[in-house]
């Protein structure tokens, strides 16, 4: 069997010391194999947003392991884990983070010009920005700004950016949260392509319409995985209820 893409062992992630001590991840297990449409799930304070950082490694976990691409990156250092970003992820967020002053193509041009680790001359980099807009259905909007763009416009091109170095892995925090529904149905029918191609998709949402077009889904409750698969949506929905019943029962 080929080595899982994401391999998350035993993780915890500790916040603060003391009485403010807080366990944002509480010995978590994930594995998410090359090539899965993987959602993950879970209400507020569950961890998700701890473990999208770990897993795109812009955060590194108190204890535990985990192996992306087959490689421990759990302990590297700061440009360390620059490079493994800029090699193996694409991130997209619910905010899109395009430079306002920059046009469609520029900004999706941006990963390549900031990436040390592999150089590409300017026409090499324009060919894949252009692309990556064509990917997205942004060919006549490249030379647009995003003040010009609607909101799923502005998305396209977030993804386009995530895609420009060729990530093995696209990790996508709400992509849909700031979206109409015609514009999350779009954004997602881009999604269900990459990932007919062969990219790893993993989505954090807390949207289960946007949780069940996913292949599988992770649900996560105070800082554990309480589910990761054949239950479908279900725990999610069940573990979202218990903790909107606990917040009440606490404000009482």
């Known amino acids: 069997?080929?080595?899982?893409?994401?391999?998350?062992?035993?993780?915890?992630?500790?916040?603060?010391?003391?009485?403010?001590?807080?366990?944002?991840?509480?010995?978590?297990?994930?594995?998410?194999?090359?090539?899965?449409?993987?959602?993950?799930?879970?209400?507020?304070?569950?961890?998700?947003?701890?473990?999208?950082?770990?897993?795109?490694?812009?955060?590194?976990?108190?204890?535990?392991?985990?192996?992306?691409?087959?490689?421990?990156?759990?302990?590297?250092?700061?440009?360390?884990?620059a490079k493994v970003r800029s090699q193996k992820i694409g991130f997209v967020f619910q905010s899109f983070n395009l430079l306002a002053r920059l046009?469609?193509?520029?900004?999706?041009?941006?990963p390549m010009l900031y990436n040390l680790h592999e150089k590409t001359d300017a026409h090499e980099q324009r060919r894949r920005a252009v692309a990556a807009l064509e990917a997205v259905g942004l060919g006549q909007r490249m030379g647009h700004y995003p003040n010009q763009l609607s909101g799923g416009q502005q998305q396209r091109v977030a993804i386009a950016r995530a895609l420009v170095n060729q990530p093995p892995l696209i990790l996508a925090d709400e992509p849909t949260g700031n979206l109409d529904s015609q514009s999350?149905?779009?954004?997602?029918?881009?999604?269900?392509?990459?990932?007919?191609?062969?990219?790893?998709?993993?989505?954090?949402?807390?949207e289960p319409d946007v949780a069940i077009q996913a292949q599988r889904i992770i649900c996560l409750r105070d800082g554990s995985v309480v589910s990761q698969g054949g239950e479908g949506i279900s725990p999610c929905l069940e573990s979202?209820?218990?903790?909107?019943?606990?917040?009440?029962?606490?404000?009482?």
């Open 103 to 110: 046009s469609a193509l520029d900004n999706v041009m941006l």
């Open 1 to 81: 069997m080929d080595t899982p893409i994401i391999e998350i062992k035993n993780l915890f992630k500790v916040y603060g010391e003391g009485e403010a001590t807080v366990n944002a991840l509480a010995g978590a297990d994930v594995t998410v194999q090359r090539g899965e449409f993987v959602a993950v799930m879970g209400p507020s304070g569950s961890g998700k947003s701890t473990l999208m950082n770990i897993i795109g490694c812009l955060d590194r976990p108190t204890s535990g392991a985990y192996l992306l691409d087959g490689r421990d990156v759990s302990r590297l250092d700061k440009n360390e884990l």
């Open 184 to 206: 999350s149905l779009e954004i997602l029918e881009i999604f269900h392509r990459l990932h007919n191609q062969g990219t790893t998709i993993v989505v954090v949402t807390h």
């Open 240 to 252: 979202r209820e218990r903790a909107t019943a606990q917040a009440q029962e606490a404000t009482e």
